[in-house]
Structures are given as C-alpha cells and as structure tokens.
C-alpha cells in the first residue's frame, strides 16, 4: 500500500527566490505531520505542489502513490485542500458551500454526514448565514467541512489557525486529533511553534530548506548544551549585555524573558551572575530551563545561516 505522501528533493524557484530546496519526506498512513516556519519558509509552495495547483523545478512528489505531474486530476479527486487564505464562496450560505464542495466530488454531505458532524454541527445553527458573516472560528470549521465532504486519504491544512482566536485555536487542533482516528493523513503547517508539540512528527522549515525531522520530543533532546531564562527591569539593556557574554551560544527575546544558549562544559551560574553584576544589573532571575521548539529552530538557523 502505498505511502499518503512522499516527497523526493522537490526544488522550486521564484525569479531569483529559491522557495523550495531539495525538501524529501514522507508522510505515514494515519499520521499528524506538521511543518513549522516563519511566513516565507516555503511552506505553501510545498502544499501547493502537493495538491497540484504548482509543478516543481525538479524532483518528485506522490500522493497516495499518484505523481503529482502526470495523476493531478485523480489527485485532485483524493486530497482535501483547506488553503491559508479563506477561499469558500463569500455570498453563498454556510449549507450552500458545503453543498456545492460535494457536488464537485459527485457526492452528498448525507453520505458523508458521519466525518464531518463533531465540525459542521457547530456551525449548523448558521446554515443559512453568508459564509462571509461568519467570525473567523466558524469561517475555518466550515473550509475544513468544506475540504472533508468526500472523504478524502489525504488533508492538507495550509496555515489553518493564522489568525484566529486562541479558544478556537485548541478546538481545531482537538478536531485534527479526532480525524486521525478516522484515518486519514494530515500534513498542516503552522507558524506557531507552540502546536508542534501537537503532531506527531514535525519538519522545521526556513528559507525553503528542511532544517530536521522527527518527534517534537526527540528535537527537543537534541538541543546542545543549557539553556537559562534571565527576566530582569531593564530587558533591553540585559539582551545587549548577554549577546555579548563571552560564554553565551546565542541569546534572544522570548516573552518576558531573554533565553541564554550556553554550550561551554565549565560554565557556571556564579560566572554569569558576577558578569551581569559588572555590567550594572543588580535586580535578575535567572533559571535553568529545558528547550522547546521555537529554542530548537534558533539554535538550527544559527547552524543554517541565511543564503542570498
């Protein structure tokens, strides 16, 4: 039986844009992958080559066994596509547009109420509401209604959660997790780091280059060296000072606090703390703390420096 999704070195090229550099993976049956980057990571372009409205530069991509070149058309038959942009019909009616999605796919939102009710029953009460009126919550369960009414192998969610409320944000990721039971395969991409602890696998992604692959916990096992949380009244200053410490890997704002990347076997807090003393910082806390995604891809783009 054939993978849900294999990519192999697909390359695609804007002008002089490399949006996709030599990207290979695979996507199991049943399974939550999530590619998490900044905006201009490459991310839709890979979705969008997936789903086969672009053709890459080079390498090969199949869905469900199908080349995403010469099979687009039974591709197209077999995949749900849940856009970044909300792109349903804005003046037809809730009902309206997941009628007209099924009757695309030659059939009924009856034959397949069973998938799509723990969603569409949310937004039922508004059935007869434009889809254009909805709040943004409601306008994402109606596209993923929209993209599941013919019970596609695969779903690809591009950005499904930008730009939408946190409640609504926990609920849709509470969805996908219901959908996986269903078996389909899902490939969702985010730029929120906090949900890569929600897939299965995770690739992080910049400038077009997968930069690793695995569990979210291996990543985060791989982190090299400490990491210390310093939260101090004069933040700016406190920055300036521990991007230049002798010892520091890398240090960068997150949230309230700034995170200190240290790789040195002879580190001690005692060197540290005497440091920011020198430096005029009498009021500090500093914490050990473990690494999360978003310390696992700082740490990556410093191994991966921007290219031209």
Known sequence: MPLPVVVEDVSKTYGKVKALSNVSFELNPGELFGFIGPDGAGKTSLFRILTTLLIPDSGT?????LDVVKDYKAIRRIVGYMPGRFSLYQDLTVEENLN??????????????DLIKDIYSQIEPFKDRPAGKLSGGMKQKLALSCALVHKPKVLFLDEPTTGVDAVSRVEFWEMLKRLQKQDIAILVSTPYMDEASLCDRVALIQQGKIMDIDTPKAITKRYPGQLYAITSPNMYQVLLDLKAYPNSVSAYPFGDSVHLHIDDKLFTLDHLESYLHQKGHNVFEISKIDAGIEDCFMNLMEKHPAHG
């Open 61 to 65: 991509a199949h869905v469900n066994g």
């Open 100 to 113: 007209f999605f099924a009757g695309i796919f030659k059939t009924t939102v009856k034959e397949n109420y």
